[in-house]
């Protein structure tokens, strides 16, 4: 599909923040999709904001391609939640997955979890989403500013380096619009939240905790790692800050370096 160029790009966000769209969940879906049309998809791992947002797209774009990035590491709930979640809504939800996957992925790196998770998250999102990048010019995420201090300057529109566009639609949103949001619309809450997680990502680096302040401080407990690299590997575009976007832990050039040859040179297979 035909991308739009980087002049376009930013002639027609900066008419949208003009227009305050950016600031408004359901209109910057709409905007996003009118200007991108098949060239825009959706990531979600099915928590609260994913939930809200896909409220939203199901009514607004319902075909749009909503991909959950399968790491192998999933807890059994959160892929069950998914296919109740397609059933029930009929949303395009696909299963992307890296290319060196469960079993395969276990014989060639073991726990890597333990030993390198800036790794692991890499090479089992970083790199499939990649691929996603390069097949799409917009994505649309569910990052909030009050989720963690590394979100904190999250915008709903961003322009990331290579004329990328990231769409956050609840930038803004706090938690407690979140939780009024889906107690007024009766929207489907994945199970573990009923288990004491606040947040919820692969099994063996999510734990159930609360903290009031940081609902994602049950993810690498104690690990020193705050994001899986999702989040922080693409750079917003020189143009728009001023700079680079929020510094994050994988930065490209050092993660390239690691990574066994296969992963650098193919995408990932399946979906
Ligand atoms: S969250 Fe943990 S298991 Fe999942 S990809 Fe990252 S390090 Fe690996």
């Not at 790009?9 to 900066?14: D, G, L, N, S």
């Not at 009929?90 to 890597?112: C, E, M, S, T, W």
């Not at 990502?201 to 994602?216: F, I, K, L, M, V």
Request: charged share 25%.
């Amino acid at each position: 599909m035909a991308m739009l160029d980087e002049a376009t790009i930013a002639r027609e966000v900066a008419a949208a923040r003009e227009r305050g769209v950016d600031r408004d969940p359901r209109e910057v879906l709409r905007w996003a999709h009118e200007l991108l049309g098949e060239g825009l998809m959706m990531t979600t791992s099915f928590q609260k904001s994913g939930m809200i947002i896909l409220d939203f797209v199901r009514r607004i774009a319902p075909s749009l391609p909503v991909y959950f990035l399968d790491t192998g590491f999933h807890f059994q709930e959160s892929l069950l939640f998914a296919e109740r979640v397609r059933e029930a809504w009929k949303v395009n939800i696909i299963l992307h997955r890296p290319k060196l996957y469960g079993d395969a992925f276990q014989a060639q790196h073991g726990k890597l979890y333990e030993r390198d998770p800036d790794l692991c998250c890499h090479l089992n999102k970083v790199e499939p989403q990649r691929e996603l990048l390069a097949r799409y010019q917009g994505w649309i995420t569910g990052v909030r500013r009050d989720q963690a201090a590394t979100r904190e300057t999250a915008e709903g529109i961003e322009v990331l380096e290579g004329a990328k566009l990231k769409i956050q639609p609840l930038a803004h949103w706090t938690r407690a619009q979140v939780d009024e949001y889906i107690h007024a619309n009766a929207i489907p809450a994945h199970p573990l939240y009923e288990l004491g997680y606040t947040s919820i990502g692969c099994q063996p680096c999510t734990q159930p905790c609360y903290d009031p302040s940081n609902e994602r401080a049950g993810r690498w407990m104690g690990k020193g790692k705050t994001e899986c690299g999702l989040h922080t590997f693409w750079k917003r575009s020189g143009t728009e800050t001023g700079g680079a976007g929020p510094a994050g832990p994988a930065a490209s050039a050092d993660f390239v370096g690691k990574l066994p040859a296969a992963a650098k040179a193919e995408p990932p297979a399946g979906e």
